[in-house]
């Protein structure tokens, strides 16, 4: 472009420093984390909700917006290549991230949400009829049962649930026992939000495969804890969001096999998503463009990518420890509160603790902690059969993160114990 220099326009994104595992400085790299709640030191464990967001992921979305704001694949101008650069490069991340075979079977969307109602709507044009069976677990989200009821209802077929144990596991027996000739899908969290569990999802892969169902995973809950890699997981479609991973909002991935992407019809129709366009037809653009309709998050999209450029320098050994320390840490710290049930100790599980309060409404608790600095969330986190089949209607969840420390669970433990002895005065 002339006049303009090369140092203007930029395409490679910011790089965390390689370093050993270190939650203290790690927290450096968090703003947010250093800001002041109900005048305390902000304790924030509301992670399951959404994780807060390193400078590298917030300076690449203000690089893009400064140096190389411009829509994207269209342009022959330099801001448009780009920032289309850019946006196919994250794409690109996120494949190497997760151990996809190429970019074309990453679908960006706008959540982990979108992603499910995605394959719901499309797959179900022609894979699921009447009498067919859908499988869902007990301890699903909301979003994770709701598009498939939906299905249901179009189609005909009919939604069956997988029960969950008294110590929040699933019962992988049940799981078999359901499975049937009429299968026809299985979703499945990869780990359950209200509590934290980690689902064995190489087996209830293998097992529903074995009956030719399609096997789709929230696995919303597992990137900010696990490595994921989805051709070892062996799963059809796996989806997720970037809020939950230290990315932004309002971006998110469906991962599928090309084979099965290549079978659904195009879930919106618009520009981008067509070859050309007559008044008698479309021509369909190939993968991913096919289901990518009109502008996307594209500011989204290259923060995603900064994240996921963040947790591929994170030794995920070392933060699988941390986390399992906090989670010790936090279970034996309120154990012997009076008045504190925890709903769900799976022994395999992420650092999520969820509990009630004799006497005390989930919300009541969460002002104390709040009053303390401390940020948890409180009601029935989209889970509402999980938390009936525990007996409750709400109840308050601390989630944790790799920033989060153990002075910290010291502030929550003490927390809780404030609200134990609230509830008993």
């Known amino acids: 472009m002339p006049g303009q220099s090369k140092s203007t326009i930029r395409c490679q994104g910011i790089r965390p420093e390689d370093r050993p595992f270190n939650a203290e400085q790690i927290r450096q790299d968090f703003p947010n984390l250093h800001v002041r709640a109900s005048n305390q030191p902000l304790v924030y464990l509301d992670n399951a909700a959404t994780t807060h967001k390193p400078a590298a992921v917030i300076e690449a979305i203000v690089q893009f917006y400064t140096t190389s704001n411009a829509n994207i694949h269209r342009a022959v101008h330099a801001l448009g290549r780009c920032a289309t650069d850019a946006y196919e490069q994250s794409r690109a991340k996120i494949q190497a991230f997760i151990g996809a075979r190429e970019p074309e079977e990453i679908i960006f969307v706008r959540g982990a949400t979108e992603a499910t109602n995605l394959v719901a709507q499309c797959i179900g044009m022609h894979h699921v009829s009447r009498g067919d069976e859908i499988l869902v677990t007990e301890m699903e989200h909301h979003s994770n049962i709701v598009p498939w009821q939906m299905l249901c209802e179009r189609t005909g077929a009919v939604l069956k649930h997988v029960p969950v144990t008294e110590e929040g596991e699933l019962c992988i027996e049940s799981f078999s026992n359901l499975l049937s000739s009429r299968t026809k899908l299985v979703a499945v969290a990869h780990v359950s939000n209200a509590i934290g569990t980690i689902n064995p999802v190489e087996k209830i892969v293998e097992l529903a495969h074995g009956c030719g169902a399609v096997v789709i995973v929230d696995g919303a809950q597992a990137m900010p804890h696990l490595r994921v890699n989805v051709e070892a997981l062996g799963c059809d479609f796996y989806a997720f969001s970037g809020h939950k991973m230290f990315g932004p909002t309002g971006i998110g991935v469906l991962w599928g096999k090309r084979e099965w992407l290549e079978q659904l019809p195009p879930y919106q129709g618009g520009g981008e998503m067509v070859q050309s366009v007559s008044f008698d037809r479309a021509e369909y653009a190939k993968l991913p463009h096919r289901l990518e309709a009109g502008t996307p998050n594209i500011a989204g999209a290259i923060g995603l990518g900064a994240a996921v450029e963040y947790l591929s320098r994170i030794d995920f050994d070392a933060l699988r420890k941390h986390e ?102």
Do not use: W
Not at 342 to 361: C, K, Q, R, W, Y
């Open 324 to 425: 399992a320390d906090l989670l010790q840490a936090a279970r034996a710290g309120i154990a012997g509160i009076p008045g504190v049930k925890v709903l769900g100790m799976a022994e395999v599980s992420v650092p999520i603790i969820s509990f009630t309060i004799d006497g005390m409404g989930a919300h009541d608790i969460a002002s104390i902690l709040d009053q303390n600095g401390i940020a948890v969330r409180s009601g029935h986190h989209c889970a509402q059969p999980l938390l009936r089949r525990f007996g409750c209607e709400e109840m308050v969840r601390a989630s944790f993160a790799f920033y989060n420390l153990r002075e910290e669970v010291d502030v929550f433990v003490a927390g809780v114990e404030e609200a134990s002895t609230a509830a008993m005065s």
